[in-house]
Nanobody
């Protein structure tokens, strides 16, 4: 059973930065993908970034590409989401999620394991 625990959310002004962390445990091999999703009230949960552990492949949604970076520290079962040049429209609850194998598709229904979420608020 994969378990995910997020941390690092908070409040920041537009143009600022935050780093989210997702501590993963309970998986026995490297054939998983870990992604970050976000959700605002009344809006469908959106995949923003994903890292496929086996290949190191990363993918970003158009809305965050060039501003967000997903990474994993060597030998650590922690995935980070570095968020720079934050905008008010980035305000959401951010969730870490995992699935076995390939990262594709980056859609909530395909990810089996979820963290509890962490709030990110960007003020103008």
């Amino acid at each position: 059973q994969v378990q995910l625990v997020e941390s690092g959310g908070g409040s920041v002004q537009a143009g600022g930065s935050l780093r989210l962390s997702c501590a993963a445990s309970g998986y026995t091999d490297n054939d998983i993908s870990v992604g970050w999703f976000r959700q605002t009230p009344g809006v469908e949960r959106e995949g923003v970034a994903v890292l496929e552990f086996r290949s190191g492949f990363t993918y970003y949604a158009d809305s965050v590409r060039g501003r967000f970076t997903i990474s994993q520290m060597n030998a650590e079962k922690t995935v980070y989401l570095q968020m720079n040049s934050l905008k008010p429209e980035d305000t959401a609850i951010y969730y870490c999620a995992a699935k076995g194998g390939s990262w594709f598709p980056l859609m909530p229904a395909y990810y089996n394991y979820w963290g509890q979420g962490t709030q990110v608020t960007v003020s103008s």
